[in-house]
Each structure stands twice: as structure tokens, then as C-alpha cells.
């Protein structure tokens, strides 16, 4: 673990102790905290050696292992996919608050579904609905089916290939979306972990950021069951002239701030209602 720690810190990643950590007991199958109570293990030091060296390249270490935690699930990930972050769990706490009476949600559907991480994260509190994912990549959709599955909500959920809301006709309570928003410009000057290992077109919003807004909002009204609402991730500053373009569209907003009191999320909802 020095030795791993030190190499990590050598190559500039923050906290090189707690990601070697979490390298070692991936390549064990142990959790971190049993490496705390055990010092001395048997480990394929070749799988652990090679799994440092890609992490001291920059890969992150979700592709690494090939799984991340959210809203305490484990999620498989891939380089087709976004990796799931804490940040966008800002998501489903705005639903729930917006839905007290959980029974009230019968059809959720998430826009770019990638790992179907909001998917089915809003399905383990709305209990009683069912959810879509749509996605453009056939991949990612059976990467997002295979978590569902796997996490027991198979038989309530369901993943397309579309692009965003364009093949469907239904409407939904709720509908989830954390779409790219980095302008184009900026991906190169992200963190290398960013921008050489998650898929560009999970991160491209064209030259404003706003690209994948004027589609999903547009949207929104016919999508939108009576009394249904929208949420939206979004990107540093992006608030205003997404909230602009739900206007256009009829739509009411409510911004949901992060726990560093970011502007994270939009809610959306009609305004007549």
C-alpha cells in the first residue's frame, strides 16, 4: 500500500492512500474496511500491479474495477458509459421531495440512461412504477439492462435505442435526465480522467452547453403526465438559460442546489398546473 500510494501521488491524483486502498480491495474482493483489520494478504500481484499502472495513468478507477456506487447501489460501468457520480444523487432526492406521496409515480423515464444509474435508482423508492430508459448506444442500453436485472428490477423497468424522446409517444410522473453539458471547447481542459476515458458524446453540449437542453425541454410538454415533473441535472452556470428555454416551452422551474450549494438540478413542471 506505501509503495501503490506513493506511485498514485507521484502521477497527481488526490488521495493516494484511499485509491489504493480501493484498488487492492477490488483485487481481493474484500471491503475497504477489512484491509484496516488485516495487514498481511495473499494477492495476485500481477492483476494489482497492472491495475496500479492504469490508475497511475489517470483511468479512473470505476473502469478499472468495472463498478461504482449510487444511492447505494452497485452500478457496472464501461468506457461507453458516464461514470455515475455523487452529484447527480441531488436528482432523485429533488423527486422525492417533489413526490411525498410515493404512490403517486407510476412511470418514470430517464433521458440517456447510460448506466441506468437514476433509472433505477428512482425505482428502489417508487416502488410501485416502472421505468424507461432510452439511450443511442445499443451497448450502453444492455450495459443499463444488465444492472437492472442484476439489482432486481428486470420486471419493472425497460431499456430503448433512441435518440433522447423521438420514439416515444406515452407520459410519465416523472422523467430524469442528466444530459451533456460541457461545452465543447472545455472537454480537452477537463481532468484527464474525464477527458481521455468517458465518452465524448456523454459529455458534448455543443459550443453553449445547451445543445441537449433545447432538445429534452422542447419535449417535456407532451411527455409531462397531469401533475408530473421533470429534473434535469446541470452544469456550473447553466441555470438561467435552461430555465429560459423551459419558459419557452410553458414550463414552470425550480432550481435544486447540491450540498456545496451548487445550482445542480432543474425542476420542471407545467405551468398551468
Not at 474482493?29 to 488485516?38: K, M, P, S, T
Request: net charge negative.
Amino acid at each position: 500500500m506505501r509503495v501503490g500510494a506513493a506511485a498514485l501521488g507521484a502521477a497527481g491524483i488526490e488521495a493516494p492512500l484511499r485509491e489504493v486502498r480501493l484498488l487492492l480491495g477490488a483485487a481481493l474482493g474484500w471491503r475497504r474496511e477489512r484491509l484496516l483489520v488485516d495487514d498481511q494478504v495473499e494477492i495476485d500481484t500481477a492483476l494489482f500491479a497492472a491495475w496500479l499502472k492504469r490508475r497511475a495513468g489517470r483511468e479512473p478507477l470505476a473502469l478499472i474495477v468495472g463498478r461504482r456506487e449510487f444511492w447505494s447501489m452497485e452500478f457496472e460501468v464501461s468506457a461507453d458509459t458516464l461514470i455515475p457520480r455523487p452529484d447527480s444523487e441531488s436528482l432523485i432526492e429533488a423527486a422525492l421531495e417533489m413526490f411525498p406521496d410515493r404512490g403517486r409515480v407510476a412511470r418514470v423515464l430517464d433521458l440517456g440512461t447510460g448506466t441506468g444509474c437514476l433509472l433505477l435508482a428512482a425505482l428502489s423508492e417508487f416502488a410501485g412504477a416502472f421505468g424507461v430508459g432510452v439511450d443511442r448506444a445499443a451497448g450502453t442500453a444492455r450495459l443499463a439492462a444488465r444492472n437492472a436485472a442484476r439489482l432486481g428490477f428486470g420486471g419493472r423497468s425497460a431499456f430503448v435505442v433512441g435518440d433522447w424522446a423521438d420514439a416515444l409517444a406515452g407520459r410519465f410522473d416523472l422523467v430524469l435526465s442528466n444530459p451533456p453539458y460541457i461545452e465543447t471547447a472545455d472537454i480537452a481542459g477537463l481532468m484527464p480522467e474525464v477527458a481521455s476515458f468517458e465518452p465524448a458524446s456523454a459529455l458534448d453540449g455543443g459550443a453553449d452547453g445547451l445543445d441537449c437542453y433545447r432538445v429534452i425541454v422542447a419535449a417535456l410538454p407532451r411527455l409531462l403526465a397531469p401533475g408530473g415533473i421533470a429534473v434535469l441535472e446541470l452544469g456550473i452556470g447553466q441555470a438561467q438559460p435552461v430555465r429560459a428555454l423551459g419558459h419557452i416551452s410553458g414550463l414552470g422551474a425550480k432550481t435544486r442546489l447540491d450540498l456545496s450549494g451548487v445550482a445542480r438540478a432543474l425542476i420542471f413542471k407545467k405551468s398551468d398546473e
